[in-house]
């Protein structure tokens, strides 16, 4: 969260959207607030463009501040953005994958070696 000298709440100093303000401090969670929908409109499940895709409960749309960025200039970023997140996973799910196999052959070669 980000605070400006005005007052307004922001996700971060980067981002355009306002989610609140310090003179309504006491309403910030409150149903139907600017916060509440930025909550709720990234939740697992919620987000259209994400359904189906296979780490959305981890990603979840990603940083936001690209989502803005996106709408405002119309860019091909967000594709980019999602191809990279897929490849990165599978990459270090690959790495802990082999990992695992590494450690379990180690153990099966010791257990081998007592008998
Ligand atoms: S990778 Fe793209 S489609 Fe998948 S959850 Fe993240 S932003 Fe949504």
Request: glycine content about 8%.
């Amino acid at each position: 969260m980000c605070v400006s000298s005005s007052g307004n709440i922001y996700e971060c100093g980067y981002s355009t959207t306002q989610l609140g303000s310090l003179a309504q401090i006491e309403s910030f969670h409150a149903p139907n607030t600017n916060y509440h929908r930025f909550v709720r409109d990234r939740l697992t499940g919620v987000m259209e463009m994400c359904k189906g895709c296979m780490i959305e409960g981890q990603c979840g749309g990603g940083y936001n501040i690209t989502q803005e960025f996106a709408r405002a200039t119309k860019t091909a970023k967000i594709e980019r953005m999602c191809d990279f997140y897929h490849r990165m996973t599978q990459e270090i799910l690959r790495e802990q994958l082999q990992e695992a196999a590494a450690q379990e052959l180690e153990l099966l070669q010791t257990a081998t070696e007592r008998r």
